[in-house]
């Protein structure tokens, strides 16, 4: 497994996707959001593994226009603002080859061994 988890440091669900990883001796990499955003290829791969861009968005995110704006624009305009405001993204978004989820979902990881 290549494990990659992508959140923020203070993030309680990325904290929690950690310990997954650890306590199953599985090694993961931390990439965090704040610092190193996502590149538009790993963006791409995500939304195509979670079924569309709507399934990678925070609903209770803090930045509640950037949403609304994600939300109601063209369908091809939405990849460019989510890459601009990557704080209105479901964390951890965790990463598994072809694989991917947004948003703490153990049950599905289970299923990646």
Same mark, same amino acid.
């Given at each position: 497994m290549n494990i990659q988890i992508y959140g923020t440091k203070k993030c309680f669900d990325t904290k929690k996707a950690q310990r997954y990883f650890k306590e199953r001796?599985?090694? #993961?990499? #931390?990439?965090?959001?704040k610092e190193k955003g996502?590149?538009?290829g790993e963006l791409r791969n995500v939304?195509?593994?979670v079924g569309s861009a709507e399934a990678?968005?925070?609903?209770n995110c803090k930045d509640q226009e950037a949403?609304?704006?994600?939300?109601?624009i063209a369908e091809d305009e939405k990849e460019?603002?989510?890459l601009a405001n990557q704080q209105?993204?479901?964390?951890?978004?965790?990463r598994n080859g072809k694989l991917a989820t947004a948003g703490y979902q153990p049950?599905?990881?289970?299923?990646?061994n």
């Amino acid at each position: 497994m290549n494990i990659q988890i992508y959140g923020t440091k203070k993030c309680f669900d990325t904290k929690k996707a950690q310990r997954y990883f650890k306590e199953r001796n599985i090694k #993961f990499q #931390f990439i965090d959001l704040k610092e190193k955003g996502m590149s538009r290829g790993e963006l791409r791969n995500v939304m195509q593994a979670v079924g569309s861009a709507e399934a990678v968005l925070n609903e209770n995110c803090k930045d509640q226009e950037a949403l609304a704006l994600v939300r109601y624009i063209a369908e091809d305009e939405k990849e460019e603002k989510i890459l601009a405001n990557q704080q209105i993204l479901k964390t951890p978004i965790v990463r598994n080859g072809k694989l991917a989820t947004a948003g703490y979902q153990p049950d599905e990881w289970r299923c990646w061994n």
